[in-house]
């Protein structure tokens, strides 16, 4: 005869699931310019945005650029955002807003081009100059200028007064 031997019964236990927390960690190097590159003027930003943009293209679609300032006015670096059509392009100001808060920027200017050579803003670029001044205001972040450029020519927001 085979004894049965009994097992002492395990309390089941309500095991509370407690969701995973991933940590965000913000890091940037911060790029070591053999001479740094400093913005005292409007020329200054056209200057080196004709550097950035892809001349082969300025005259053919719209392109969104933002250049990413420190406190002296020191170029920590520029992002390309968007790239549209011959009409124009769509700009994520949340990604503005990213680089500028991920590189530690204390000034930002925004750079577009009209492929049409016509430099008159739009209302398109006044709302989203606007819109994007509003939000500089929250973070401490100072908007020193929209430039809109063309191959040739450019026009700044801030020398006519609408910043």
Known sequence: MVQKINKPKQRKTNKISRPILHEV???YN?????????????IDGYN?????FDTRK???KEMFYVVLL???NYCLGYSHISTGSTSGTVVNIKEV???ALKTNASSIILAHNHPSGN???SNADINLTQKIKNGCELFDIQ???HLIISSLNYYSFADNGKI
């Open 70 to 72: 420190n406190r002296a």
């Open 143 to 145: 908007l020193l200028d």
């Open 97 to 99: 807003f990213q680089l």
């Open 119 to 121: 430099m008159t803003p």
């Open 48 to 52: 080196l945005l004709m550097q950035s």
């Open 25 to 27: 960690e913000i890091i």
């Open 58 to 60: 300025i005259d053919y």
């Open 30 to 42: 911060s790029p070591r310019f053999q001479e740094p590159i400093q913005i005292k003027s409007s």
